[in-house]
């Protein structure tokens, strides 16, 4: 049947009926198709060496997109990396913050306030210590005066 006497059936062709796209993906498919066989009939004429070049030029083709591929992806594994770390430091700042307020509403002094302290009784200490060395020499002029 041609496709004049379909039309006037009300039937529509098959390759009518296919849309645009699937049209093209047919069309595209047979000229793979195509072009394999013609593949094939060239290399049976010109023999081995042919064929020996097709496959070296698909080794190419292969060994290009391999490195093409790694590159790619290392590129996303190291952004993978990089916002995990990230993740990681707001997390870790966001418990920070969380177990400090929770400090501060029991009345536990943070390590910023212990280290204030530490460092307030170092200077305390050596100012006794100061204090303690000058104290016999004061004792002593008293004694002087009081003889």
């Known amino acids: 049947m041609s496709d004049n006497q379909n039309e006037k059936e009300g039937r529509v062709s098959p390759l009518k009926a296919l849309t645009g796209a699937s049209r093209d993906i047919r069309k595209y498919t047979h000229q793979i ?29 292969e060994k290009q997109t391999k490195d093409k591929t790694e590159s790619r992806v290392e590129e996303i594994k190291e952004r993978v990396r990089h916002h995990t770390g990230e993740t990681m430091e707001k997390m870790e700042k966001a418990f920070d913050d ?18 204030e302290l530490e460092k307030r009784v170092q200077e305390l200490t050596r100012a006794l210590d100061d204090a303690e060395d000058k104290a016999p020499v004061k004792r002593q002029l008293r004694k002087k005066k009081a003889d």
């Open 33 to 61: 198709w195509l072009a394999g066989l013609g593949a094939f009939a060239r290399a049976e004429e010109e023999g081995s060496g042919f064929f020996d070049a097709l496959v070296e030029a698909g080794r190419e083709v």
């Open 98 to 115: 969380r177990l400090n307020k929770a400090l501060s509403r029991l009345g536990l002094p943070n390590k910023r306030e212990v280290e």
